[in-house]
C-alpha cells in the first residue's frame, strides 16, 4: 500500500528529535529548534496533534558550563541534565511562541510506565494538554533516573510515548536517513514490515557522540510500535521540511509498518513494559497457551532465567529459546525455581509459597 494510503487517517504524531539534530558542538541551535516549531506550527495547522519528544539536556548543559558530556559519572550527567533541561525548554517554549504556541514539559522515567496508575495518570496530563491546544515536549527524567528505573535512551522513551498517547505515527528524528542494510547502499530500506535477526544484527550498535541511541535503538524502538500494530518513521532530521513531507506520504526515510493486532489497552502496555527475565516452557505449554488460550501454569515451566517479583514482566519463550508470550507472573524467579515442573496439587503443599493456580494468567499476557 501507497504511503499516503496508510497515512490517510494518522491525526496524532509522537515526533522525536535527537540531540544531533537541535545542537551544534554541544550548544543547543535556536535556528535549529526554530525549524522544527515552523513546520510542527504548519502540520498543527493541518489538523495534526503533534507530541515532541526531545533530547539534548545533557549536551545542553554542558555546552553551559564548558564541559565535556564523556567519561562523566552519573550524578555529574544528571547535573548536567538539570542544568540543561532549564536551557532547553526555554529555547522550545520561545521558537513555538514566534507561531503561537504554547508547550508544557513532560519529564517522565521508565517507573512511570511500570505502574499501571502513574501510566494513567500520564496519560490523563498528556491528553488534557493537547485538549488545551498544548504541544507537550518530553524528555527523560534524567535528573532521577539512575538504571532501574530508566528508559535508558528518547528513541526508547518515544516508543513508550507512543502507545501513551495512542498515536498513530512516530518519527525519529536524527541524523541518518533511514535504515540501511549496507551503509554503502545508495538509499536507506523504505519499507520494513517485519523484524528479523538478520534487521537487528545489520543495526550494529554504533550511535552518534552526541545522543545515547544509535540503530539499535531505533530497530528496538520500531519493534515494540509493530507489536501495537503501529507505524514509525526514522528521517533525517536536517533535511528541508522533513516533518511536512514525510507526513505528506514523501518516499523518504524509512517506514516500518506493523500487523494490525487487536489487543486492549492493558495487553498494549503489558507489551510495552520492561522484561525482568524469562521462563522457559514445553511444547504442551506452547500449545495451551498459544492455540488452546490457556493460562501458564507450573508444570509446563522447564527453566527460569534472571531474577525478578511477583508483578514484574517476564517472557515466555520456547524451548529454542523464542519468544511466544509476554505477561505479568504471579510468582518470584525464587518461587518458580522451587514450583517448576510441578502439577498445582503438589504446589499447595510445599511450605512457604504464596499459591496461585496460574504462574500466568491468560489476561496478564499478550502473544508475541
Ligand atoms: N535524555 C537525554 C538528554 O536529554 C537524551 C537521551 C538520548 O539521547 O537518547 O540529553
Redesign the pocket.
Known amino acids: 500500500m501507497e504511503r499516503t494510503e496508510l497515512f490517510k487517517k494518522i491525526k496524532r504524531v509522537v515526533v522525536k528529535i ?2 544531533s539534530s537541535i545542537t551544534v558542538d554541544d550548544r543547543i541551535a535556536a535556528s535549529k529548534i526554530d525549524g522544527f516549531a515552523r513546520q510542527i506550527s504548519a502540520l498543527r495547522n493541518c489538523g495534526y496533534e503533534v507530541v515532541i519528544v ?6 545542553a548543559g554542558a555546552g553551559v558550563l564548558g564541559m565535556k558530556r564523556s567519561n562523566l559519572a552519573i550524578p555529574e550527567k544528571q547535573a548536567l ?1 538539570a542544568v ?2 532549564a536551557v ?1 525548554m526555554n529555547e522550545y517554549k520561545t521558537c513555538f511562541s514566534v507561531y503561537g504556541s504554547n508547550v508544557g514539559q513532560v519529564l517522565l522515567t521508565e517507573d512511570d510506565m511500570r505502574h499501571r496508575t502513574r501510566f494513567l495518570n500520564a496519560r490523563n496530563t498528556l491528553n488534557a494538554l493537547i485538549t488545551m491546544n498544548v504541544i507537550p515536549v518530553i ?2 527524567n ?1 535528573t532521577v533516573a539512575v538504571n532501574e528505573i530508566k528508559f535508558g ?3 526508547t ?1 518515544s516508543a513508550h510515548v507512543y502507545s501513551l498517547v495512542e498515536a498513530e505515527l512516530l518519527v525519529l528524528l536524527s541524523d541518518i536517513d533511514g535504515f540501511y542494510n549496507d551503509l554503502k547502499d545508495p538509499e536507506p530500506v523504505r519499507l520494513i514490515n517485519r523484524i528479523n535477526d538478520d534487521i537487528r544484527s545489520r543495526a550494529g550498535g554504533t550511535g552518534t557522540t ?4 544509535g540503530m539499535v ?1 531505533k530497530v528496538n524502538a520500531a519493534e515494540m510500535i509493530m507489536r501495537l500494530g503501529g507505524m514509525m518513521v526514522i528521517a533525517d532530521g536536517s533535511e528541508e521540511s522533513i516533518l511536512e513531507r514525510v507526513l505528506a506520504g514523501e518516499m523518504t526515510g524509512t517506514l516500518f509498518v506493523g500487523q494490525s493486532v487487536k489487543i486492549n489497552s492493558r495487553k498494549k502496555w503489558i507489551s510495552m513494559r520492561k522484561c525482568k527475565g524469562t521462563v522457559v516452557i514445553d511444547d504442551g505449554a506452547v500449545n495451551a497457551i498459544t492455540c488452546n488460550k490457556k493460562s501458564l501454569l507450573a508444570a509446563g515451566i522447564t527453566r527460569v532465567n534472571g531474577r525478578f517479583v511477583m508483578g514484574d514482566i517476564v517472557d515466555i519463550v520456547n524451548s529454542g529459546d523464542v519468544p511466544v508470550a509476554r505477561g505479568i507472573v504471579n510468582y518470584s524467579s525464587d518461587e518458580l525455581e522451587q514450583i517448576k515442573g510441578k502439577k498445582n496439587s503438589e504446589i499447595r503443599r510445599i511450605p512457604g509459597i504464596n499459591y496461585f493456580d496460574e504462574v500466568i494468567n491468560r489476561d496478564d499476557f499478550i502473544l508475541l
Open positions: 535527537g540531540t526531545t533530547s539534548g539536556a545533557i549536551s541534565a540543561g533541561q532547553l524528555n527523560e534524567d535512551d528518547n528513541d522513551l552526541h545522543g545515547t541511541g535503538t
